[in-house]
């Protein structure tokens, strides 16, 4: 008998906790607009050491060490390493009126020495009268156009003055060696981007030299070809 009541409490089913109902993302419909929008917070924090953007590349919290007194907290966002160059033609090339044979051996020197990223951006400015060498020698670029006395600098010192680049860039790449660009490396540098000057050895403003924390010179590498 007692086999039996035994056998039949075994056939009985099982009673299953009810399951809630949930939404595409895996929450319980139940849950309140407020409690989903602090998990999602959360949930973004505790991954916020794997994100990726929409391309499916690992984005890098970037801290460019330059001291404490040189690496403001504000310099610290999420986004990919980019370098801008800024290229003042004439001064690389070592003459007012570059030749197309000038422009290009400046770019092949210079691309040994930095070499250019997927995601870097050129800035090449000259007088209206070397325009067309420096595009044709220098290709995939912006180009920047102003004639006069430092027209050139003074074209590339209006994008580092009022196109937030310590905003959107981690590394400078000054190529020339003026020192119109001394108080604006100086800045960058205070704001945690990493600054590089490309010059020939007798066109660098020791001003500059001082400020940058990379002086390269392209003559030195011509040499060393």
């Not at 089913?13 to 109902?21: E, I, N």
């Not at 895996?26 to 407020?34: A, D, I, K, M, N």
């Not at 001064?91 to 020495?113: F, I, K, M, T």
């Not at 020339?176 to 205070?190: C, N, P, Q, Y």
């Amino acid at each position: 008998m007692r086999s039996r009541t035994l056998a039949a409490a075994l056939a009985v089913p099982a009673v299953l906790a009810p399951v809630a109902a949930r939404d595409a993302r895996g929450w319980p419909l139940s849950r309140t607009l407020e409690e989903r929008e602090a998990s999602s917070c959360a949930r973004g924090m505790e991954d916020s050491g794997h994100r990726e953007d929409r391309e499916g590349r690992r984005l890098i919290p970037e801290v460019i060490s330059g001291g404490r007194s040189r690496q403001p907290a504000a310099a610290k966002r999420w986004f990919p390493a980019r370098r801008l160059h800024l290229v003042d033609i004439e001064n690389l090339a070592g003459g007012s009126l570059p030749s197309l044979r000038q422009v290009r051996q400046a770019q092949g020197l210079y691309a040994d020495c930095l070499g250019f990223g997927a995601m870097d951006q050129v800035e090449v400015a000259s007088s209206h009268l070397t325009l067309l060498n420096a595009a044709l020698g220098w290709p995939q670029a912006r180009y920047r156009v102003r004639s006069g006395p430092d027209g050139a600098d003074l074209a590339l010192l209006d994008v580092l003055r009022h196109e937030n680049v310590a905003t959107r860039f981690t590394h400078v790449a000054i190529g020339s060696g003026d020192h119109l660009f001394a108080h604006e490396a100086a800045r960058l540098a205070a704001q945690g981007v990493w600054v590089t000057v490309v010059s020939r050895r007798r066109g660098l403003s020791p001003r500059l030299g001082l400020e940058a924390p990379e002086v390269i010179f392209l003559d030195t590498a011509a040499e060393a070809a």
